[in-house]
């Protein structure tokens, strides 16, 4: 039987954007990927950052922002993982969870330049196909025409979580830069206030 194609897109999250959310489903609907998963990035206790919102805060933002999106998922696997958690680590750690699953990666041209300096880089390309959009200002240099890779115009929307972070602490509305479910979470709860 096929195992299920499933893609994996890290981030922090700090908070959830529609920018992250129009990546997700693009590559949900329009890639051979038959899932995306948002994977939530743990706070890394060595490294603590004010602004970062709890882990459970921002996994919540991405559930609600999901909402009963097909095909995508939030994901906090790395939650219970040793820090800071490594690319490779967690793929081990999915992998042996689901086995009947198939993970990818997915990433911006601004990583997939500096991939080849992450942690066993050679053996993530080796086992995984890496699903990359383009970034504008971010060429996708060697890579691009590796086996593995395949690139994709992906509509892309010019946000950032900084700037939403900023725009809540300035008393402004993130109406439509966040998911509304989301946005609305954010004005009952005051977070990045
Ligand atoms: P911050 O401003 O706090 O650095 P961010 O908006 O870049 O946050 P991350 O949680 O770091 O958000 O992003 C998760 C992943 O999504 C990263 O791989 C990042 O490159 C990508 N990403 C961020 N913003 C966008 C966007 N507008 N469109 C497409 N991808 C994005």
Partial sequence: MDKRKTGLFFGSFN?????????????ATSTDLREVWMVVSPQNPFKERASLARDHDRLHLVELAIGDTPNLKASNVEFSMSKPSYTIDTLAVLRDKHPQREFALIMGTDNLASLRKWKNADI??????????NRPGY????????????IYDAPLMHLSAT???????????????????????IEITGLYQ
């Fill in 163 to 185: 700037y939403v972070r900023k725009a809540i602490k300035a008393g402004k509305s993130v109406r439509y830069l966040v998911p509304e479910a989301a946005a609305r979470e």
């Fill in 15 to 27: 908070p959830v954007h529609v920018g992250h959310m129009i990546l997700a489903n693009f590559m």
């Fill in 139 to 150: 060429p996708a240099g060697e890579l691009a025409d590796h086996e593995r890779v395949t």
């Fill in 124 to 133: 993530i390309l080796r086992d995984y196909n890496i699903h990359v959009y």
